[in-house]
């Protein structure tokens, strides 16, 4: 399950920033130094759901499971294929990498490969961009 911070619910503690190891959680620019989930760098882990004091970091529906429901590398078609979670991105067209198992170099599924298959979260990134707050 993906997840969102709740910006009415957050009291900007930071428990939930040094729970997490990919640095997905940031500091918004607001006064009260909010946090926010960066979708470009969260694996969801939801190591961070417990961490929060307020209840305020929720499933966020809009964005598929990395590796999970919604990603086309959960299929057995794909199965051989490793995503670079964001960590890499294609220059041309910012969706995440992709390797198969025997190659050594991560490539963009459109671009480099020809897929008509990438990351569905590049998708929906470019219509639900980093930083829109999410509704309770």
């Not at 969102?4 to 957050?10: G, M, N």
């Not at 964001?86 to 480099?112: I, N």
């Amino acid at each position: 399950m993906s997840f969102a911070v709740l910006q009415d619910r957050c009291i900007g503690c930071g428990a939930c920033d040094f729970a997490c190891h990919t640095d997905a959680l940031v500091k918004t620019d607001s006064f009260l130094g909010l946090f926010e989930i960066n979708p470009y760098t969260c694996d969801d882990c939801g190591v961070c759901v417990s961490k929060c004091p307020e209840t305020a970091i929720v499933p966020d529906e809009r964005f598929p499971v990395c590796d999970g429901r919604g990603c086309p590398l959960h299929s057995q078609r794909l199965a051989d294929t490793e995503c670079a979670i964001w960590q890499q991105r294609c220059p041309s067209c910012g969706t995440t990498l992709w390797r198969e198992t025997e190659a050594t170099e991560f490539v963009c599924p459109k671009c480099d490969s020809g897929r008509k298959v990438s990351c569905p979260r590049t998708r929906l990134l470019e219509t639900i961009p980093f930083g829109r707050p999410v509704a309770d």
